[in-house]
């Protein structure tokens, strides 16, 4: 395991990326436990590197993580540099406490910080509570990916 000798902070990361990859109906091609992985792979990596373009953030409440963000920066396919949210995640306990909205407002801040003028984030197209709290928070879809899974060739 990638994340194998993780630390507190490291276990409560893995914690809310496997909370966050089962809180919503994925397709079915697409498995919670590699989503999960993915995401702490990448957020214990940012902690780890100490990367100045990639940064981690846990909302913490009494001593206690309730939320975790990941935002790095990166440029889109059309060469605009900008910030993008890799990860925001909440515990079930915290959830609808304005913890997100936090984390969300956190990620604008440390864009505009740096000089971006466009921050963006993926999210599942069944993941309609996220959707609707992304909107409510100003975000807006841009594009749709479509997916086909293909059997391999004979």
Known sequence: EALAGAGEPERALVELARRLASSFDLPPWRRPDDIATADAREMV????AALPGSEVFV???GGVCVGCLHVLETTDFFGTP???ISVLATTVAAEGSGVGRALLDHAEAWA????HSL???NVFAANERARRFYERAGLLPEMLKY?????PAP
């Open 45 to 48: 990596e940012a902690v780890r």
């Open 119 to 121: 921050l963006t984030l």
């Open 147 to 151: 997916t086909k899974p293909i059997s």
């Open 112 to 115: 505009r910080s740096r000089g």
């Open 82 to 84: 900008h910030a993008h």
């Open 59 to 61: 909302a913490d409440r």
